[in-house]
Nanobody, 127 residues
Framework: QVQLVESGGGLVQAGGSLRLSCAAS????????MGWFRQAPGKEREFVAT????????LYADSVKGRFTISRDNAKNAAYLQMNSLKPEDTALYYC????????????????????WGQGTQVTVSS
């Protein structure tokens, strides 16, 4: 089992930046691809970004491409989401998730392929 805890959310003005962190414990962190998803009130959970087990390949939703950057530090058992040029429509509860993916370049934007989830951290962007 992999336990995930997100942090770094908060209230920010449009155009501002936040950096989300996801601390992992339990199984070997470097065996897992990591993803970030978000869910706004009344909407379905949507894919934001994902990164392979070694950080070599990343994938982003079109809505965040060029503004958000996903990264990881396997020595610290942590994943990150740097969010720049934030917009009010980025307001949501942000979740990190883990999917077993050691030595694979496969990345998924489907939430149901991720077995482990954190509790989420709230990001609110004011206009």
């Amino acid at each position: 089992q992999v336990q995930l805890v997100e942090s770094g959310g908060g209230l920010v003005q449009a155009g501002g930046s936040l950096r989300l962190s996801c601390a992992a414990s339990g199984r070997t962190f470097s065996n897992y691809a990591m993803g970030w998803f978000r869910q706004a009130p009344g909407k379905e959970r949507e894919f934001v970004a994902t990164i392979t087990w070694n950080g070599g390949i990343t994938l982003y939703a079109d809505s965040v491409k060029g503004r958000f950057t996903i990264s990881r530090d396997n020595a610290k058992n942590a994943a990150y989401l740097q969010m720049n040029s934030l917009k009010p429509e980025d307001t949501a509860l942000y979740y990190c998730a883990a999917k077993y993916g050691f030595m694979t370049t496969y990345l998924s934007s489907y939430a149901n392929e991720y077995a482990h989830w954190g509790q989420g951290t709230q990001v609110t962007v004011s206009s």
